[in-house]
């Protein structure tokens, strides 16, 4: 059984940083893709950044530039780099374990979730 579980949330002011982690356990996370997600109330959990097991790594259009996804495979984590923060970046963020290796950004292939960390980006 595949556990997620992320840290590093919290309430910043705008143009702040913040670094998420996501401590994985259960599977290496270098096979598979992995990703952050995040859901703001109201609207439905949207894709923030992703890695493939090659490496490659893709982007929302909005945190492009200031937000930085990485891993530490030795350790079985996923990271999420956060500068710059906007009062729009604002939501849960979730860490999501996929059942692919590759062609990593639809939510609906991850079956694997944390329990999410709150952000709060205050202006």
């Known amino acids: 059984q595949v556990q997620l579980v992320e840290s590093g949330g919290g309430s910043v002011q705008a143009g702040g940083s913040l670094r998420l982690s996501c401590v994985v356990s259960?599977?290496?996370?270098?096979?598979?893709?992995m990703g952050w997600f995040r859901q703001a109330p109201g609207l439905e959990r949207e894709g923030v950044a992703t890695?493939?097991?090659?490496?490659?790594?893709r982007y929302a259009d909005s945190v492009k530039g200031r937000f930085t996804i990485s891993q530490d495979n030795a350790k079985n984590i996923l990271y999420l780099q956060m500068n710059s923060l906007k009062p729009e970046d604002t939501a849960m963020f979730y860490c999501g374990f996929g059942n692919r290796w590759r062609d990593c950004w639809s939510r609906y292939e991850y079956p694997y979730w944390g329990q999410g960390t709150q952000v709060t980006v205050s202006s």
């Open positions: 890695i493939d097991s090659y490496g490659k790594t």
């Open positions: 259960g599977y290496s996370i270098s096979s598979r893709c």
